[in-house]
Nanobody, 113 residues
Framework: QVAFVESGGGLVQPGGSLTLSCVASGFDFTKYPMAWYRQSQGSERDLVAEIYRSGATYADSVRGRFTISKDDAKATLYLKMNKVTPDNAAVYYC????????WGQGTQVTVSS
């Protein structure tokens, strides 16, 4: 059974940094492009960043500040968030970029001074 367990969220000050992790299981992690998504209160879930064998792409709002990476040996996806702004506050989820599976519980990022 495919599953994702996100962690690393918490309270961060504007301008600060945070690294999110997502441990995937139940499928061959090396064979799927992966992505981070976020959902703010009252909004739909949207794409933050995606990573393929050939590279990564980012939403315009986070490009240059966030970095997506993965460790295939650990089946773990990461999102390094730098220069965080209040607009980045959301619940963050990981999933396969295509053939998405059931969502995990996500990890909450709160931005406040």
């Amino acid at each position: 059974q495919v599953a994702f367990v996100e962690s690393g969220g918490g309270l961060v000050q504007p301008g600060g940094s945070l690294t999110l992790s997502c441990v995937a299981s139940g499928f061959d992690f090396t064979k799927y492009p992966m992505a981070w998504y976020r959902q703010s209160q009252g909004s739909e879930r949207d794409l933050v960043a995606e990573i393929y064998r050939s590279g990564a792409t980012y939403a315009d709002s986070v490009r240059g500040r966030f970095t997506i990476s993965k460790d295939d040996a650990k089946a773990t996806l990461y999102l390094k968030m730098n220069k965080v702004t209040p607009d980045n506050a959301a619940v963050y989820y990981c999933n396969r970029r295509t053939y998405r599976a059931a969502w995990g519980q996500g990890t909450q990022v709160t931005v406040s001074s």
